[in-house]
Each structure stands twice: as structure tokens, then as C-alpha cells.
């Protein structure tokens, strides 16, 4: 994995957010950037459409038809091998406990981190794990 960017998808059912991830993502040669969702389902059915996996999985706790935790959930049973980030406004303790669960490495709180820090924890959380 070293020098190669870390693959990484999306889901966010806010359009201006997975408008704003893919900026970020487009102009930081850490990542490539494999694609935006607006729901868990879709973002599984894309993962499983997928030739290999992403590395990573940036994922909001609230969305329709298939929330953050249940994809974080599906996530760990069907591909223990990707590394999955929850990304919230949520304030719901429980909901974001129950992320931890699942193997979520970490939860960003969408008011607290700008878009490229939450970037540059997701990098350096996955040097940690494959150094």
C-alpha cells in the first residue's frame, strides 16, 4: 500500500456533502476516490459490483433504507478487510457506540471536523494500520 493512493467510497444522503467529499477527494492524491452514495444499500451494492474492494469506507450514521450502522454492520460480516470511518451531525451517543460495534476505527462529528482534516485522520489511521 505504501506510495499508492488508498481507495476509498462514500455514502452521505445529503447531495452537497458527497458533492463536497468528491472535491476534497479530487484534489488530494492520497486517495482514490472510487465513488459517492446516498444510502448504505447503494454503497453496498456498489462495494459488491466492485473487482476489489475499497480500502475505506467513509460512512453517515443517518440515511434512508440502509442506515450507516447497518452498512458498518454488513460491512464487518461481508468485508472484515475494509476499514470503515462514521461521519455524523448526530449528538445520539448510542447510535454512535453501536458504530463502534461494528469496527468503526473512528466517528468524526460533521460540526468539529472540516472535510480535509477528517482526510488526514483517515490517512494517517491507515498508515498505522498497514505500517
Known amino acids: 500500500m505504501k506510495g499508492a ?29 472510487l465513488g459517492n452514495f446516498s444510502n448504505g444499500l447503494q454503497l ?20 434512508p433504507l440502509c442506515n450507516g450502522i447497518e452498512a458498518a454492520k454488513i460491512l464487518q460480516m461481508n468485508y472484515s478487510n475494509i476499514i470503515v470511518f462514521g461521519y455524523t451531525s448526530l449528538q445520539d451517543k448510542s447510535a454512535i457506540e453501536r458504530m463502534y460495534q461494528y469496527g468503526v476505527q473512528e466517528v468524526f462529528n460533521k460540526k468539529e471536523y472540516p472535510l480535509n482534516k477528517i482526510m488526514d485522520a483517515i490517512y494517517e489511521k491507515c498508515m498505522m494500520i498497514y505500517a
Open 5 to 33: 493512493p488508498i481507495s476509498i467510497v462514500a455514502a452521505d444522503d445529503s447531495d452537497i456533502i458527497r458533492c463536497l467529499i468528491s472535491i476534497v477527494l479530487k484534489n488530494d492524491l492520497r486517495f482514490q476516490h
Open 44 to 63: 453496498l451494492k456498489g462495494v459488491e459490483a466492485m473487482e476489489f474492494p475499497p480500502t475505506v469506507c467513509l460512512l453517515d450514521i443517518m440515511m
